[in-house]
């Protein structure tokens, strides 16, 4: 079975630039999450999605939204790049996390803003 | 609030060690609680799981109980290996939509 597939794994933007980053979960797993990992936040939640519809929101500015598609597939977007924004995106998919299910991730897109 | 406390790190053990990591949450309800390991260069893999008060969660010799009464989930290893030198997250979910992790503790494994 494949596993939790993101693109790319790399990132450089400059600042004021926009970010799209992909996600493909594991067949059959419809809740999609991200979050950023930075070493002085830890893992920080961003958002989480189910059957296309955001189910839940972490604190983060508007410039980061994401979507998903009938698929599963997810998205999500910075927009107005900041240095700060630098860090490794995680996506995570799973069965309905109500449900009690783990949580599996892909590897990860390091972004470094410059 | 919902909220995970890990012991701080680095940990830094010779092989063959007892590895004990603190893990304490703060939860409404009945949460489940879990570990994961991070590896270099890789995203988060799930360690074990459990998902109710007593439930002992194990894999790969690592083990954790879930004890409601302390509010803990503490990590065990009888012997560690250099190939356990990883970065190791507590998280919990409180029953929504959002798993809640810890900051994290890394371990060292030295030969």
């Known amino acids: 079975k494949a596993g939790v597939t993101q693109t790319p794994r790399y990132l450089i933007k400059t600042r004021g630039q926009q970010v799209t980053l992909s996600c493909s979960p594991i067949s059959g797993h419809r809740s999609v999450s991200w979050y950023q990992q930075t070493p002085g936040q830890g893992l920080q939640f961003l958002f989480e999605y189910f059957s296309e519809t955001q189910r839940n929101k972490g604190n983060f500015p508007g410039r980061f939204s994401g979507r998903q598609f009938s698929n599963s597939r997810s998205e999500m977007n910075v927009s107005t790049l900041e240095l700060g924004d630098s860090a490794l995106y995680l996506c995570?998919?799973?069965?309905?996390?109500?449900?009690?299910?783990?949580?599996?991730f892909g590897n990860g897109t390091r972004l470094t803003v410059t | 609030g919902n909220s995970v406390t890990q012991m701080e790190g680095p940990v830094t053990l010779s092989e063959e060690a007892f590895l004990t990591i603190n893990c304490t949450y703060t939860a409404t309800g009945y949460p489940s609680l879990f570990w994961y390991v991070q590896y270099p260069g890789e995203g988060l893999q799930l360690l074990l799981k459990?998902?109710?008060?007593?439930d002992k969660g194990s894999n790969k010799g690592f083990e954790a109980t879930y004890r409601k009464e302390t509010t803990s989930f503490h990590l065990e290893k009888g012997s560690v290996q250099v190939s356990d030198s990883a970065v190791y997250f507590c998280?919990?979910?409180?029953?929504?939509?959002?798993?809640?992790f810890g900051a994290g503790t890394r371990l060292f494994v030295k030969a």
């Open positions: 995570a998919s799973s069965r309905p996390l109500e449900d009690n299910s783990p949580l599996h």
């Open positions: 459990a998902t109710k008060a007593d």
């Open positions: 998280a919990l979910n409180p029953g929504g939509f959002k798993t809640i």
